[in-house]
């Protein structure tokens, strides 16, 4: 199993991105995807999940109203759209694959993980 993960970038604050992670390989849609982010200096930490059907989410409480996670089964890819950035957003962001229920803010709990993509935004 492959993860892909593109769509970061340097944006001004108030604007959006989106991120995007493919997943390749022998799989299925039931699995679940959490992004989650790491700022220097700081341990990574959970900031949205979404379980294998797609109709479950979480998301942290800084991000909630501002960043929507979806995921397109016919595609096996999950989307994060992140609007109203803000400076402290600034991070890189991973997306990890869980073959669990999902939902997990413990990064112990995905068994996959794509590369990092740098999110910097800008006052």
């Known amino acids: 199993v492959q993860l892909q993960v593109s769509g970061g970038g340097l944006v001004q604050a108030g604007g959006s991105l989106r991120l995007s992670c493919a997943a390749s390989g022998h799989i299925f849609s039931s699995y679940a995807v959490g992004w989650f982010r790491q700022a220097p200096g700081k341990e990574r930490e959970f900031v949205a999940g979404?379980?294998?059907?797609?109709?479950?989410?979480r998301y942290l409480d800084s991000v909630k109203g501002r960043f929507t996670i979806s995921k397109d089964n016919t595609k096996n890819t999950v989307h994060m759209q992140m609007n109203s950035l803000k400076p402290e957003d600034t991070a890189v962001y991973y997306c990890g694959l869980d073959w669990g229920y999902g939902l997990s803010t413990d990064d112990r709990r995905y068994d996959y993980w794509g590369q990092g993509t740098q999110v910097t935004v800008s006052s």
């Open positions: 979404i379980n294998w059907s797609g109709l479950s989410t």
